[in-house]
């Protein structure tokens, strides 16, 4: 029977630490999830609640894997699982069949999905509650490696406010394309290919390109996340803007709730920027 036990707490153990490492991965995604499901009421609020789970999952799996205060970290653990099983099954009653971010954009799973998977993890979860633990340990390292913990996803992480350092995100291009973030006007649009905004937005500046407003010169970042490529993109939207391709933490340090964002960089420096949708104040700004 220990055998049994020290294999299912080495299991669960092993499923909170994978759980935090995808979210770590790509720590953006997971602040704009959870906005977007409505649990923090900004981004900013997100990306705080994002480096609290990250530190508290890896707290519950090193601890359980260190046996330190065992039977309280089973419990707490299966408080969590309840927690996250609960609002699983709000998403599924509101017909939400999106990536859930349990296992961050690593493993994209629907709330349905996941739901069974915590199912799993409960029932492993309750398994090990009934055992006696004679072993377990109780070392003061456990109170001080949660503060610990966070204070390093702070550090690993910082959480990211609207910068001045956006222009050092952007990726550099060939010299003989001529672009040069610090030289000159453009507006820098953040793209995600299979987004349909996205695509909606760069059919609004192609049209108004074509209708004779002087925008500045328009360069893309784009993010692949499905199968949309950049000539399926461009025969979508009639665009053919310069480009690079952004990573995912690129990306979602770039953008605010949600994409598309629309920079106008000038001399290096960001004079305005737009969210999502643009609307007359981004028409009126180069119409004049």
Not at 205 to 234: C, H, K, M
């Amino acid at each position: 029977m220990a055998y049994m036990r020290n294999f299912l707490q080495f299991f669960l153990a092993a499923t909170f630490l994978f759980s935090a490492y995808t979210k770590a991965i790509a720590p953006g995604f997971f602040e704009v999830l959870l906005e977007q499901q409505g649990l923090v009421p900004n981004r900013l609020y997100g990306a705080w609640a994002t480096r609290a789970i990250i530190a508290f999952e890896l707290w519950l799996g090193i601890s359980m894997l260190l046996s330190f205060y065992i039977r309280l970290i089973l419990r707490l653990s299966f408080v969590l699982l309840i927690a996250f099983s609960a609002h699983l099954i709000y998403l599924i009653a509101i017909g939400d069949t999106g990536n859930c971010g349990c296992f961050g954009e690593m493993i994209s799973m629907t709330p349905l999905a996941s739901l069974a998977k915590n199912a799993v993890l409960l029932v492993i979860n309750g398994i090990l509650l009934f055992f006696h633990y004679k072993d377990q340990r109780k070392s003061w390292i456990t109170w001080v490696l949660l503060p610990a913990l966070f204070a390093t996803a702070v550090f690993v992480w910082p959480i990211q406010t609207e910068s001045d350092e956006v222009v050092e995100k952007f990726p550099i291009f060939k010299a003989e394309t001529g672009i040069d973030f610090n030289r000159g006007s453009y507006l820098v649009a953040i793209l995600n290919l299979s987004c349909e905004h996205c695509q909606e937005a760069a059919e609004q500046i192609v049209r108004w390109q074509n209708s004779g407003i002087a925008l500045p010169q328009v360069v893309a970042l784009y993010f692949a996340e499905g199968d949309t490529t950049v000539a399926d993109f461009d025969n979508i939207t009639g665009s053919n803007f310069p480009y690079q391709m952004i990573t995912v933490n690129t990306f979602f340090d770039l953008i605010g709730s949600a994409p598309p964002r629309v920079y106008w960089i000038v001399d290096g420096q960001v004079k305005q920027f737009w969210d999502e949708t643009l609307g007359e104040d981004f028409l009126t700004t180069f119409a004049l």
